[in-house]
């Protein structure tokens, strides 16, 4: 009886949802943002689409780098069930564009007039064949390093600009007792370290020839070999149970104390605002010693699904609230990462904000902007997984450096 009850009253709500024409219509999200960082950010556009008559139904999928995120949706187009946005990086929306799965979301953008305030780095990866086939929500960058504050301070340890500098202050830390370098073991994790490492030996030239180029001699090179041996010293600077852990969890140990710093793309600030803590005073954002000038960044879009026909209103409304500039400053402030348009104020945003933002034009117009080989930015999926396994191979110490960047140099010629 019960059960009958409670299939009326199901009935009845589905009646009542259906009658108005605002509350019957949402939208399906598929993406990876479940660290509380994320979560906050991604409930300000949800929020935004509720205030316009546009239901959510998350879908969310752990894990950074979006890897599984991207497997659960190739699942799903698979079915004939796409949802009706995801969360895309880089070659992978390129590849989904070219299969003619996206939507053509043009009159959108013409009618916002996207074409005049987003980045050309960005226009790469969001039209294909002249269409837009995403919208950009952020520009992240993976080359920072975050430190505990008052660890440093009571350790003796200034800001580290080099990285001699930044090897001393490791020994410090390690011979206080506090795990220089808090870290997860996860595959996407190690390649977002190797970003940061591997542009401060290469430079921005050696780093576009080895990730953009696939440029065998710079792959094989001394300066990849010095790479891998700062991704030993790394290895030498985690704690005992860094193996599989979550960024978020990572970060977490630095916001405590426990660890001194992380090197994490600036999603890690959205957790440590979340934590109530302050730039400059309980911790500090910097780029990666050696790689001042430069930006690794990549930029979440979410790429719109053909659901067979028209891009829907909910599609183009979704895209609309992406791209306003009221969304990109108090989602960005929040997710730690910069607007995704030019003509954003910097005003709301924090000090490692307006650095983020200022680097970011700086670099641009000093031709030291690279797309981020760890997040999709540089080359293909492919190549990208055969470089993530010999870099955490080697992390593991499966491979010396020497081996390393000979099987770095044979992965990517069989990737390609
Ligand atoms: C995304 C970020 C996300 C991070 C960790 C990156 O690939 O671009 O938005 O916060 O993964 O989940």
Redesign the pocket.
């Known amino acids: 009886m019960r059960k009958v009850l409670n299939k009326k009253a199901v009935l009845f709500a589905g009646l009542v949802v259906s009658s108005g024409s605002a509350s019957s219509s949402e939208v399906e999200v598929l993406h ?2 479940t ?1 509380g960082g ?1 979560a906050s950010a991604l409930n300000l556009l949800k929020q935004d689409l509720e205030s316009q008559g546009i239901g959510w139904t998350d879908m969310p999928v752990a894990g ?3 890897e599984q995120a991207m497997t659960v949706l190739r699942a799903r187009v698979t079915a004939g069930n796409a949802p009706t946005a995801v969360q895309g ?1 880089g070659f992978d929306i390129i590849d989904w564009g070219n299969q003619g799965a996206l939507a053509n979301l043009n009159a959108v953008a013409e009618k916002e007039g996207w074409d005049d305030v987003v980045p050309e780095a960005l226009k790469t990866f969001a039209k294909v064949d002249g269409k837009w086939v995403a919208a950009p929500v952020n520009v ?1 960058s993976t080359n920072w390093v975050w430190a505990n504050k008052p660890v440093l301070d009571a350790n003796g340890i200034e800001q580290p600009t080099s990285w001699a500098d930044f090897e001393a202050a490791l020994k410090k830390l390690k011979e206080a007792g506090i795990t220089p370098i808090a870290h997860g073991g996860q595959a996407w994790q190690d390649a977002t370290v190797f970003d940061a490492i591997s542009l401060s030996t290469l430079g921005a030239e050696g780093y576009t020839a080895a990730f953009v180029e696939l440029d065998a001699e710079v792959l094989r090179s001394d300066e990849m070999k010095e790479a891998f041996d700062r991704m030993a010293v790394i290895r030498n600077n985690v704690d005992d149970n860094f193996s599989g852990r979550d ?1 978020n969890l990572a970060t977490a140990m630095v916001i405590n104390g426990e660890a001194g710093f992380q090197l994490m ?1 600036d ?1 890690a600030k959205g957790e440590f605002v979340k934590a109530g803590q302050k730039p400059g005073e309980d911790f500090l954002c910097f780029r990666f010693p050696g790689t001042a000038d430069q930006v690794t960044f ?1 930029s ?1 879009q979410f790429m719109m699904f053909d659901q067979g026909g028209e891009v829907s209103h909910e599609q183009e409304k979704l895209a609309a609230a992406i791209l306003s500039p009221e969304f990109q400053s108090s989602f960005n402030v929040v997710k730690g990462s910069v607007p995704a348009r030019t003509d954003v104020s910097d005003a709301a945003f924090d000090s490692c904000g307006k650095q983020g933002m200022k680097d970011l034009i700086a670099a641009s117009e000093s031709g030291n902007l690279l797309g981020s080989m760890a ?1 999709g930015h540089a080359a293909p999926t492919s190549v990208k997984s055969a470089i993530y396994d010999v870099v955490t191979a080697h992390f593991n110490g499966e491979y010396d450096s020497e081996t390393a960047v000979v099987e770095l140099a044979d992965a990517v010629e069989i990737s390609r």
């Open positions: 990876w943002w660290s994320e950074g780098g979006g990086l992240h960024w793309g999603w990549n979440d997040h």
